[in-house]
């Protein structure tokens, strides 16, 4: 069996462009890595999750309760680790790095419900998709911690730039600040491994915050039955 390293983070802390550095990383020292992210969106199984970021279900993230926007996401991860990765899961040395997983449930859900329901919802998520669906449980969660509001900021721009339009999460300022909060508290009660992705108000830079994920990273995988 290979290992599962997810790379989570709030909308605009730099996900897809770290994981794709650290996959080039881990080939250059000889490793067989697979790159996956959530969602897929080339797949017919996203559909629910495209409907509602695109707010056919609402105009506001509230507007779909926190157990059922899960369930949209986790199905999606299911139909991708049977139709996609799981042969390259099952080999051995094997790394797979997902942008988001699981723990996305559990930021962005956590962030409509009431703060005494925190707990049972990840409770239900973990066993839901780990247990009930049946996908890997990560080896480890890296949560690239960025200010909310450095990662709004990083968002606009990236949407002036492209002309991309925003979803219904990127669109949401409070949103994203509660968010924030659910994930800084999930990393805690989860054991994810925190990489501090600014200094002051201003973001580190790409360079750095690979440096900061590679050097976590190799060490997971070159000491056996060592998490991070």
């Not at 897809?16 to 992210?37: F, H, W, Y």
């Not at 200010?147 to 730039?161: D, P, Q």
């Not at 924030?180 to 002051?200: F, M, N, P, Q």
Request: hydrophobic share 40%; net charge negative.
């Amino acid at each position: 069996m290979g290992k599962l390293i997810v790379i989570e983070g709030l909308d605009g802390s730099g996900k897809s462009t770290q994981t794709p550095i650290l996959a080039q990383e881990l080939k250059n020292q000889g490793r067989d890595v697979m790159v996956v992210s959530f969602p897929d969106y080339g797949s017919e199984s996203s559909a629910l999750v495209r409907m509602y970021l695109s707010g056919a279900f609402g105009a506001h993230p509230d507007d779909v309760g926190a157990y059922a926007a899960a369930s949209f996401y986790a199905v999606d991860r299911y139909a991708s680790y049977q139709a996609g990765w799981r042969g390259f899961y099952e080999k051995p040395d094997s790394v797979v790095l997902a942008t988001r997983y699981t723990s996305s449930n559990e930021i962005h859900q956590l962030a409509k419900l009431p703060r005494d329901e925190w707990d049972a919802f990840i409770r239900w998520a973990e066993d839901y998709e780990f247990e009930k669906l049946g996908i890997p449980r990560p080896d480890a969660v890296l949560y690239l911690d960025m200010k909310y509001e450095i990662a709004a900021e990083l968002v606009g721009k990236r949407s002036e730039s492209t002309g991309q339009r925003r979803d219904i999460h990127e669109a949401d300022a409070a949103y994203m600040e509660r968010c924030h909060k659910a994930a800084s508290y999930a990393a805690d009660r989860l054991g994810w491994h925190t990489i501090v992705c600014y200094e002051g108000r201003q973001p580190l830079s790409k360079e750095e915050i690979a440096a900061k994920i590679l050097e976590k990273v190799t060490v997971l995988l070159d000491v056996p039955g060592k998490g991070i």
